[in-house]
């Protein structure tokens, strides 16, 4: 079974604090996505990754950065939060070519007060 | 861009069927998937269909797929109250399989 995993469930973090939000994946794959999740907006792609180093933007990345030093880890970085970035985070994996698409992380929620 | 679109809500009664829609705009879409989120957890893939398919059946899960008006549907037989969840739906994006657009989500409320 495909494992992913993330850091916290549950974040509190304060305006201005640096916050990092770790994903770890078990089945060797090679493609890694962190996604936000707001109601009534659907998911929405932050960031993803192809490959280790390689990082591509997603959809919203403005407030963000990521980090995939290592194949099974991919990390998301928030420089300074802020109250707009509270939501739901959803890491999710894939190997490079899939018929399965996506397993997902259980998410973190992250408020930011 | 592209949109995928679909209502926010739908109250059924245990046993009756539920049907959940989603309108997609990418024409070049390969698969199309429906994810499930229970409560306070990830999303998990429920079932898949092939563009060049009209309806694919699992147990009680039927996708129909209609590419002239770009929309999928998702019915559910003799629906349970551990269907009660959020329903996605979701286009590979540029015809590619690993980059995907969601929907918004529809919430499946059953009712016992």
Redesign the interface.
């Known amino acids: 079974d495909v494992k ?1 995993t993330q850091s916290s469930r549950y974040l509190v973090k304060r305006t201005g604090e640096k916050v990092f939000l770790e994903c770890v994946q078990d089945m060797d794959h090679e ?1 890694m996505f962190w ?1 936000r999740q707001d109601p ?6 932050i960031y ?1 990754s ?1 490959d280790v180093k390689m990082k591509e933007k997603g959809d919203i990345p403005e407030g963000y950065s990521v980090s995939r030093e290592k194949k099974e880890r991919f990390s998301l970085i928030l420089e300074s939060a802020s109250t707009n970035q509270t939501s739901m985070y ?1 890491c ?1 994996s ?1 190997p ?12 973190t929620r992250l408020t930011v007060l | 861009g592209e949109d995928v679109e679909q209502s926010l809500f739908l109250s059924v009664r245990e046993g009756d069927s539920s049907v959940i829609n989603c309108t997609y705009t990418d024409s070049s879409s390969t698969y199309l998937y429906w994810y499930k989120q229970e409560p306070g957890a990830g999303l998990q893939l429920l079932t898949y269909i092939f563009s060049n398919m009209d309806m694919k059946q699992d147990q009680r899960l039927t996708v129909l797929l209609n590419k002239k008006d770009k929309h999928l549907s998702l019915r559910i037989a003799d629906t349970q109250t551990g269907d009660s969840a959020i329903y996605f739906c979701a286009e590979t994006y540029g015809g590619a399989t690993n980059k995907l657009i969601f929907g918004t989500g529809t919430l499946l409320a059953v009712q016992p």
Request: proline content about 4%; charged content about 10%.
């Open positions: 992913v493609n996604y009534g907006l659907g998911l929405r792609l993803f192809y959803l999710a894939s490079r070519q899939s018929l399965d698409t996506q397993y997902f992380g259980p998410g």
